[in-house]
């Protein structure tokens, strides 16, 4: 079983930057692909970022060249870097961790960009 706890989430004017955080309880080095989604309000659940254990990374086309996924296995943590945020990317973010077995989510953490 692995918790996961996001963080950093907030309220930011359009252009501004935030970076979440999730924590994971347990190591995450081998083999968990790490990923971020989003759902906003009335909207199914969308990937957003994604980072293998090796390091390669995918994005969403909408927020491709604005937001930056990393992990720090040491930690147990993985980052998304969000700049030049935009109105529409508000939503709840959602830290997500799988293996071939096993897939875990976290509580969430609410972003809103105001126009």
């Known amino acids: 079983q692995v918790q996961l706890v996001e963080s950093g989430g907030g309220l930011v004017q359009a252009g501004g930057s935030l970076r979440l955080s999730c924590a994971a309880s347990?190591?995450?080095?081998?083999?968990?692909?790490m990923g971020w989604y989003r759902q906003a309000p009335g909207k199914e659940r969308e990937l957003v970022a994604r980072i293998s254990s090796g390091g390669g990374t995918n994005y969403d086309d909408s927020v491709k060249g604005r937001f930056t996924i990393s992990r720090d296995n040491a930690k147990n943590t993985v980052y998304l870097q969000m700049n030049s945020l935009k109105p529409e990317d508000t939503a709840v973010y959602y830290c997500?961790?799988?293996?071939?077995?096993?897939?875990?989510w976290g509580q969430g953490t609410q972003v809103t960009v105001s126009s």
């Open positions: 347990r190591s995450i080095s081998s083999n968990y692909v």
């Open positions: 997500n961790a799988r293996n071939t077995f096993y897939v875990y």
